[in-house]
């Protein structure tokens, strides 16, 4: 690897003042929200990480990462969100029923009830990817956040699109993981298990189909979320993050697959179960009132995505037909999934783009 990172370190931002908020939800989870101030700014911009990966994402040391571009650019308070999907918490190694829709109910309007307790009433910008991406575009199209001045989704939000044989993983993986094989979550540092665990062995039988390179845990999760192509382009990736992967990505508790499932048959983001009492305040389906919603969004996804494919480019054309000339659409030349935010080059390849888009969105 060349360069060792300690794990969960904040040294990526170095010039700034650095600040944890904890925070709980209304179903009773322990979240956290971190604060990367430089200046004081009237447009705040808040980072929301996908399933597996954690607030890390936005501040890794060996590149140029976000937090620290959008410093230099001029948006000087940067927030990051770890929320139930985040590696940096205990829920995704827990036997649970989590969804998507709980995330969109619970998580993010705490997080921006705590984070507003701080800024007031300046402007909100977020900026998401994956699970991410289509949980804070749930909470946006149900209202269940609001006052937004910006969203970003790289890769997917509200039409998620698989291929096939990602379709079949989704719906088949949960159920041969929690009553077959165990445990009920899937980990990418299984390759590191004692030898002849279930872990070891699942890790074994995965590596032959992905010889792009010699790391268990890139293998792990080209087979956790990718149609057996890695997650990412990898001539992007510095071969310094390619050997954080196992610190990087955490465990992913399955049944959220059944809702990503769900979706992708259903060709865009839909309740879970719509009997359940908790969730009757959301909409059955998250488009229904798209024309009402006000927040232009930008819709980022690389040419190479082999995770959700063309989701965005679908949702764009969804979104624009409902409400013409609001949302935008931004095709990544060469990436894939999660180099977007985490390649080497992302500060010069990428993030220029989004900060075009804040600097218009911005008062």
């Not at 179903?27 to 607030?55: F, K, N």
């Not at 006052?147 to 970003?152: K, P, R």
């Not at 379709?167 to 540092?189: N, S, T």
């Not at 969004?297 to 409400?323: E, K, M, P, Q, Y």
Request: hydrophobic letters at 40%; a negative charge.
């Amino acid at each position: 690897m060349g360069q060792r990172i300690t794990r969960f370190t904040l040294a990526g931002v170095a010039d700034a003042e650095i600040s944890v908020h904890p925070f709980a939800t209304e179903d009773g989870l322990g979240l956290a929200l971190t604060r990367y101030r430089r200046a004081d700014s009237d447009d705040v911009v808040l980072l929301v990480h996908g399933l597996t990966t954690s607030s890390d994402m936005y501040i890794m040391p060996e590149h140029t990462n976000l937090v620290n571009f959008l410093h230099d650019s001029g948006f000087g308070d940067v927030w990051t969100l770890d929320y139930r999907l985040s590696g940096r918490l205990p829920y995704n190694g827990e036997t649970h029923r989590y969804t998507l829709d709980d995330v969109a109910l619970y998580d993010h309007p705490a997080a921006l009830d705590e984070l507003r307790r701080h800024i007031g009433d300046r402007r909100v910008h977020v900026v998401a990817h994956c699970l991410g991406s289509v949980s804070f575009a749930m909470a946006l199209f149900a209202g269940t956040v609001t006052g937004i001045a910006s969203l970003t989704c790289n890769s997917v939000a509200l039409t998620p699109r698989t291929p096939l044989w990602s379709r079949l993983k989704l719906g088949y993986g949960p159920a041969l993981m929690e009553y077959v094989l165990g445990p009920p979550f899937l980990d990418p540092r299984f390759g590191a298990a004692p030898p002849l665990t279930r872990g070891w062995m699942l890790s074994k039988a995965v590596a032959p189909f992905h010889r792009d390179c010699d790391e268990p845990a890139c293998h792990m999760l080209s087979f956790m979320w990718g149609d057996g192509k890695p997650i990412f382009t990898h001539a992007k990736m510095s071969p310094v993050t390619h050997g954080r992967l196992p610190e990087l990505f955490g465990a992913v508790g399955v049944h959220y697959y059944r809702h990503v499932h769900k979706m992708v048959k259903a060709g865009r983001a839909v309740k879970y179960d719509p009997r359940a009492a908790r969730h009757a305040s959301l909409p059955d389906d998250y488009l229904a009132n798209a024309a009402d919603v006000t927040t232009p969004v930008l819709l980022l996804t690389g040419d190479r995505n082999h995770v959700f494919t063309d989701s965005n480019i679908v949702c764009h054309r969804a979104l624009d037909a409902a409400a013409p000339g609001l949302h935008e659409l931004e095709i990544l030349p060469d990436y894939g999934h999660q180099d977007a935010f985490m390649g080497a080059d992302s500060a010069s390849e990428v993030f220029p783009q989004v900060l075009d888009f804040l600097k218009r969105k911005a008062g």
